[in-house]
């Protein structure tokens, strides 16, 4: 059974877009917001780190991003050796 | 069907063997739960929770899901997803049989609609609507041991929710064949519209026309008649519901080979 013009034409397009898509993904940086810095309480500084769409999809698996007022907070310290981590939730 | 077994029975133990390392940057696009211990990958759905709360868009799931999605549509379903091969095996249990309604397929889009991307949009990634809160894969991998480990002092309300969904759907999947993934998989749902023009597209395992015996259609999975579209001159998983099993054209009689042939005089 054959694939028509149309099929293969839309499938393409998908598998373009999905590549795109990814390579997105890679590219595209999100502020980080330190939600432990001891500088924020004392000095309203917030320091943040820039981590890419695939270091959110490792937060997301054990919740170690949250949204705070449009602001991402990290729920862990980003500059100690991480782990193997079970989601808390 | 028995090569189909194996490679579903290699990938429950490989996607769930990890000691320590972890690939969670890849969404691997079927049902397990990434907060597994052992478990290797991203769960795609629990990403797409994530990133909703965070109002971000996913391009990193969605674009993975896509990309599976356009080549080979859902056959990681029929093949890799651990928690087919246990909707399969639970429907080998003896007990009375029933196919649900067909309007029951689309309840896995409203799933996906409000419990994937609204409800965590609207009140946040960690809301006790999300679907993870009620994955019945994420109660098997995580709640259940979770509960041997902690006792029953960690038991609330919402857990007893999650557990009643985890027996709901093996009571279902029991009495009727791959309900879970027909009526209520969000991956179902978004891999689902794909296969009508995924480059995988199954050969026809009869010459045309098909003379409509209807082996096919009884070694469906999902109940789907491929018969339809083979006769139609479509490729039989040009369905939303088709988990790219090839169980039909292995049952088709054009195509398995008979043991019980024998060579033609004029062969010998």
Partial sequence: MRNSALQKTIAAVALAAAVVMVAVGAAVKYKVYDKTDPDFAEFGLQTFSRVSGYGLVVDATFTGTERVDDKLLSTYDRSAPRGKRACPT | ?268
């Fill in chain 2, 1 to 268: 069907m028995i090569r189909r077994r194996t490679v579903q029975l290699v990938s429950l133990f490989a996607l769930h063997a990890s000691w320590g390392p972890e690939l969670k940057w890849f969404c691997n696009p079927v049902l397990t739960c990434h907060s597994c211990a052992l478990s290797w990958f991203a769960c795609p759905i629990g990403v797409l929770v994530h990133f909703s709360g965070y109002h971000i868009f996913p391009w990193v799931a969605l674009g993975t899901m896509l990309l599976f999605g356009a080549l080979i549509g859902r056959m990681l379903c029929g093949w890799m997803c651990p928690f087919g091969l246990l909707m399969d095996l639970l429907h080998k249990i003896p007990s009375p049989k029933f196919e649900l309604p067909r309007w029951t397929a689309y309840t896995k889009y409203l799933v996906l609609g409000l419990m994937v991307f609204l409800l965590p949009f609207l009140l946040g990634e960690s809301t006790m609507w999300s679907f993870c809160r009620f994955c019945p894969a994420s109660a098997i991998e995580v709640t259940i041991p979770g509960l041997v480990q902690g006792g029953v002092g960690s038991i609330d309300g919402w857990l007893v929710a999650k557990l009643a969904v985890l027996l709901a759907v093996v009571v279902l999947a029991v009495m009727s064949r791959r309900s879970f993934c027909k009526t209520l998989c969000p991956i179902a749902a978004l891999l689902g519209p794909l296969n009508h023009f995924s480059f995988w597209a199954m050969k026809s395992p009869t010459p045309q026309p098909c003379p409509g015996c209807g082996k096919c259609d009884r070694a469906c999975p999902t109940h789907i008649e491929p018969s339809i579209r083979l006769r139609q001159g479509l490729s039989a998983n040009r369905h939303e519901n088709c988990i790219v099993c090839h169980d039909c054209q292995n049952a088709c009689p054009s195509h398995a080979p008979s043991k019980t042939t024998k060579a033609a005089p004029a062969d010998l």
